[in-house]
């Protein structure tokens, strides 16, 4: 599980913004659209062996589907970081719900009330 390494290096920031571009791009190629996919982040860790891909649905009760989804997709997912990005170890990938910004926008709703 990420930890939040605090000594992150500019390499493995910009790696993981490439990640969340090319994850993006196959979610929008990909999906059915019968919710909206957001990722939010994506973090390296073990050295760059795993990367977390870290998502928002819309509306939330298809999130299960989503993940369902992108489990499937993460050959697909891999294989296009392995095309585009010239980096000798690739991430494992995974994804998951932010649980973050699910809890954020769970605080924007009892705001507005």
Known sequence: MPTGNKNQSGRDT??????KEIA?????????KTALITINRV???EKGRKAMIYISVL????EE???NFLKRKRID???EVKKYLKIRTI???DVEID???????????LLKE
């Open 14 to 19: 910009k790696i993981e913004e490439q990640v």
């Open 24 to 32: 993006a791009r196959v979610i929008e190629r990909e999906s059915n």
């Open 43 to 45: 973090e390296l860790y």
């Open 59 to 62: 509306p939330e009760t298809g």
């Open 65 to 67: 589907s989503a993940i």
């Open 77 to 79: 997912m891999r294989d």
């Open 91 to 93: 991430p494992f990938l």
């Open 99 to 109: 649980m973050g910004e699910k809890a954020r926008r769970h605080i924007d709703e």
